[in-house]
């Protein structure tokens, strides 16, 4: 068939070698192998068929979610695998369920923050889900506020133990994830109240919320469902509610490692204010490549079915142009494309510092808290509010195929778009970046000698306050360096606009701040993956690759031109060696659309590289052959309303609507 003819053809212009592409995104070709093989098990595992969860209802989904956790156990068993390998499993699933809150929330929380008495007792049966867990933080009142929970747990010298209790509505412990009808225990943020009446802040309890006998709620605890989320995303986790009547647990159930209480009620604090907040630092760390991986589902999808959809106008060969030809196609998948690598590299560099910094916490060493707090908080909220509008970009780029379900972008756009609420709605997240480089700008400034090498990873852009760009040097838009100046430039501007006019903030100034400096710090992670693709991969795939990173700057750069235009940071034409002759912005663009032409015949290879299966991407539009239309007819027999010829209800609803309007026609004459 024609479809399947251009993706063949496709896949024979590239110059990328997708396996060393492939290794690269991975890590190396043990981790992709390792990938590969658990998803050969599960794809060829009937438990985790696909096919049928579109006309599930929400109970459905919710049972199949169970179903599908409770085999990848026993899959666990059979094959050996590690904790790693068994995440991993379940993160393939694609269908996020209760059971997903205990390894990503509640076991990192209860590692990371536990007593070593604590952990003795019940690190195994957290390990090897003996028992089940959630992370209640969010209240219905409160959820980034976190100082403002109104949870307490109030110490009792005279028995020894906390007392949990919700004294308000609004302090109900609110979207829990798995407290609806899966979890038997729970991490619960609340505030410590100590003898004297005094209050410490938020701290973290380990409580049992349900019977490890019959999972009935145990006494004292109200539990239960907060209902269907937006265009029915996350159908199969059970989000739930959670109050607590004076419910006492054991003191030593205090995740207490960092702080304690006395037995006689004294609060030995923390060496670090944030350091409970590791739990949470470890969720937005994962979200940064577990983003650049989703949206690099939506962009592989979106590619190939824009490789094979002729539409429009006619080509040399007298078809309908591929519609990944037209400029208004390419310009913005390519873009997003360019992204999805960045995000999947940072992501993987973002796994390494957060467990340098993990390990140098368990042995009380809190050095890194406030740098990985910077860091991850700025990156949650670019890679965020970036992947939800690119998989809205993507799907809307399929036409109104976009628009089925069959495309699976739907799904996917429904899945992800809350991530830019929880674990901190970006804008209050943007306040906490703001406030992290204000510090970091006063502390350079003000320091008697400023060095660079005092400067940490997320606040290189500072240097420029000691070596000011050297208007002599050569600018040029295809060296990916001139993009890096250009936004540490922006955010040094940003920064020091902001400190002198601190009293007179605009609306949005924290949030533009808060993008430039973390666009500053991936400028500056890119110009090292740079190096490592130069260094380290074969002459033609380092190219395309190299490429395909410039473009995310240039890229970056052009949405950033509203700053640069302020500030007059954008290099006047033809002036200290530049290669621009008229308008920069103009030669920005234009830099873009060359670049994108360039990498249009890469970019089914740079896809190829994902190594995605039909199965994983689950899309009738985004099928490794190309071909689509009869993928999507064959989808279309499988809707339950296709299975009889007359619908259920036409005696009772169509029929009479008929007769009737056949009735009242007869009285003007008319016939059938």
């Given at each position: ?22 290794d ?9 192998e ?50 790693h ?25 209860m ?5 070593p ?23 219905l ?53 100590l ?92 979200m ?24 429009g106008?006619?080509d ?20 997003i ?40 908080s ?6 965020s ?7 809205e ?43 992290a ?66 009293s ?34 074969p ?83 985004g099928?490794?052959?190309?071909n ?45």
């Amino acid at each position: 068939m024609a479809m399947t003819l251009d993706m063949r053809r496709a896949r024979s212009q590239t110059d990328v070698d997708v396996a060393i592409a492939r290794d690269f995104l991975y890590g190396n070709r043990e981790k992709w192998e390792e990938h590969n093989e658990l998803v050969k098990i599960m794809c060829e595992d009937p438990t985790f068929d696909k096919s049928q969860r579109l006309y599930m209802s929400r109970s459905g989904r919710y049972n199949n979610g169970l179903r599908m956790m409770n085999r990848i156990h026993e899959l666990q068993d059979k094959h050996g695998w590690s904790s790693h390998q068994m995440t991993k499993a379940a993160s393939l699933m694609d269908e996020p369920t209760g059971f997903h809150l205990h390894l990503v929330a509640f076991e990192p929380v209860m590692r990371s923050q536990a007593s070593p008495k604590l952990l003795a007792r019940y690190e195994a049966l957290v390990r090897n889900r003996g028992i089940l867990g959630c992370y209640l933080q969010t209240e219905l009142a409160h959820g980034s506020n976190v100082s403002s929970l109104e949870t307490t747990a109030t110490y009792l010298p005279q028995t020894k133990e906390i007392e949990i209790n919700s004294p308000t509505p609004t302090s109900s412990k609110w979207w829990v994830g798995g407290a609806a009808r899966t979890a038997t225990h729970g991490v619960v943020q609340a505030k410590l109240i100590l003898p004297n009446g005094r209050d410490v802040g938020p701290h973290l309890f380990f409580v049992q919320l349900r019977s490890l006998e019959d999972h009935h709620v145990l006494p004292g605890i109200t539990l239960g469902e907060i209902g269907p989320k937006a265009m029915n995303g996350n159908t199969a986790v059970d989000n739930g509610f959670a109050r607590f009547d004076h419910v006492k647990i054991p003191a030593e159930n205090m995740l207490s490692k960092f702080s304690q209480v006395t037995e006689d009620g004294r609060y030995i604090r923390p060496p670090h204010a944030k350091i409970s907040y590791g739990g949470m630092l470890y969720i937005r760390s994962s979200m940064v490549s577990s983003g650049g991986w989703t949206v690099a589902k939506a962009v592989t999808v979106a590619i190939r079915y824009a490789t094979v959809r002729r539409q429009g106008n006619q080509d040399s060969g007298g078809l309908e142009r591929q519609i990944i030809t037209y400029p208004s196609v390419y310009n913005r998948l390519l873009p997003i494309l360019a992204r999805s690598y960045v995000f999947i590299l940072l992501g993987r560099s973002l796994e390494k510092a957060f467990a340098e910094m993990a390990e140098r916490l368990s042995n009380g060493d809190t050095t890194l808290l406030a740098e990985m707090h910077a860091t991850t908080s700025g990156l949650k909220v670019l890679v965020s509010t970036s992947c939800a509008q690119d998989i809205e970009t993507v799907r809307r780029a399929l036409g109104g195929h976009g628009y089925s379900a069959y495309s699976g972008l739907g799904r996917l756009y429904a899945d992800y778009v809350p991530a830019a609420t929880y674990e901190g709605d970006n804008f209050v997240l943007d306040l906490q970046v703001v406030r992290a480089a204000l510090k970091a700008y006063s502390r350079f400034v003000s320091a008697e000698k400023p060095s660079i090498c005092n400067l940490s990873p997320s606040t290189q852009y500072l240097h420029l306050l000691l070596e000011p760009v050297v208007e002599t040097n050569a600018f040029s838009w295809q060296d990916p360096g001139s993009c890096v100046n250009l936004l540490e430039q922006r955010a040094v501007s940003l920064l020091r606009d902001l400190v002198l006019h601190d009293s007179d903030r605009d609306a949005s100034v924290e949030e533009r701040v808060s993008r430039a400096v973390t666009e500053a710090f991936v400028a500056e992670q890119i110009m090292a993956y740079i190096g490592d693709i130069q260094n380290g991969l074969p002459e033609k795939s380092a190219e395309v690759l190299r490429d395909l990173l410039h473009l995310y700057l240039l890229t970056t750069v052009e949405l950033s031109l509203a700053d640069l235009l302020s500030f007059h940071l954008l290099p006047l034409p033809g002036a200290h060696g530049t290669d621009i002759s008229g308008d920069a912005s103009r030669e920005l663009r234009k830099a873009v659309q060359r670049l994108c032409l360039k990498l249009l015949p890469q970019t089914i290879g740079l896809t190829d590289a994902f190594g995605f299966t039909d199965w994983e991407l689950d899309s009738a539009l985004g099928v490794f052959d190309g071909n689509v239309y009869e993928t999507l007819w064959n989808k279309v027999q499988t809707e339950p309303l296709n299975e009889s010829e007359v619908p259920d209800g036409y005696k009772e609803y169509i029929k009479p609507v008929l007769l009737r309007g056949q009735r009242m026609a007869a009285k003007y004459g008319a016939k059938l």
